[in-house]
T-cell receptor, first 112, second 112 residues
Framework: SAVISQKPSRDICQRGTSLTIQCQVDSQVTMMFWYRQQPGQSLTLIATANQGSEATYESGFVIDKFPISRPNLTFSTLTVSNMSPEDSSIYLC?????????FGPGTRLTVT | GEDVEQSLFLSVREGDSSVINCTYTDSSSTYLYWYKQEPGAGLQLLTYIFSNMDMKQDQRLTVLLNKKDKHLSLRIADTQTGDSAIYFCAEKRDTGRRALTFGSGTRLQVQP
């Protein structure tokens, strides 16, 4: 299994500002994923982040809005840029280990 | 989420069995997962099944997979009030894209 931590656990931000969310894993993993869960909704994949390469974004998500860093095999960051109230969501990072996919506790973001 | 469908709500009495159903459309799915999300919490991996299996049992949980009908179910025996949560099924497709596609989630309410 994997232990995943995220910082911050929650934040309230003003529109137009940016927030960087950190994800730390207790073991080395090749692929990390960032998902968004809008209020009352299911999870939607934002991007896949491999160490040493550019993140791959899903349709509807762009690097300028959601830049991702992956400096090593245990850490990643997701930035939500120029926020609007529509960005209010839970943001979750995830890793795959031996076929099992584990999720962090999530970062609950509210944009006012 | 349209490719993975779940009913939205299920109510059972404590001690009864719960059966949560899921249908998916992609025949290339390799792994199918069940996650539990309690209010304000992240996703907890409950169990998963390989696409070449029909059934998997883990304590109170039984997963049944009908690959022909693309139907997945999660049975919880002796359901307890602590089982009240949202349950998500998710599939991983054999496309090299290792992220998951989630269903909309089923809210399980256990009545004492």
């Amino acid at each position: 299994s994997a232990v995943i931590s995220q910082k911050p656990s929650r934040d309230i931000c003003q529109r137009g500002t940016s927030l960087t969310i950190q994800c730390q894993v207790d073991s080395q993993v090749t692929m990390m994923f960032w998902y968004r869960q809008q209020p009352g909704q299911s999870l939607t994949l934002i991007a896949t982040a491999n160490q040493g390469s550019e993140a791959t974004y899903e349709s509807g998500f762009v690097i300028d809005k959601f830049p991702i860093s992956r400096p090593n095999l245990t850490f990643s960051t997701l930035t939500v840029s120029n926020m609007s109230p529509e960005d209010s969501s839970i943001y979750l990072c995830s890793v795959e280990i031996l076929g099992e996919q584990y999720f962090g506790p999530g970062t609950r973001l509210t944009v006012t | 989420g349209e490719d993975v469908e779940q009913s939205l709500f299920l109510s059972v009495r404590e001690g009864d069995s719960s059966v949560i159903n899921c249908t998916y459309t992609d025949s290339s799915s390799t792994y199918l997962y069940w996650y539990k999300q309690e209010p304000g919490a992240g996703l907890q991996l409950l169990t998963y099944i390989f696409s070449n299996m029909d059934m998997k049992q883990d304590q109170r949980l039984t997963v049944l997979l009908n690959k022909k009908d693309k139907h997945l179910s999660l049975r919880i025996a002796d359901t307890q009030t602590g089982d009240s949560a949202i349950y998500f099924c998710a599939e991983k497709r054999d496309t090299g894209r290792r992220a998951l596609t989630f269903g909309s989630g089923t809210r399980l309410q256990v009545q004492p």
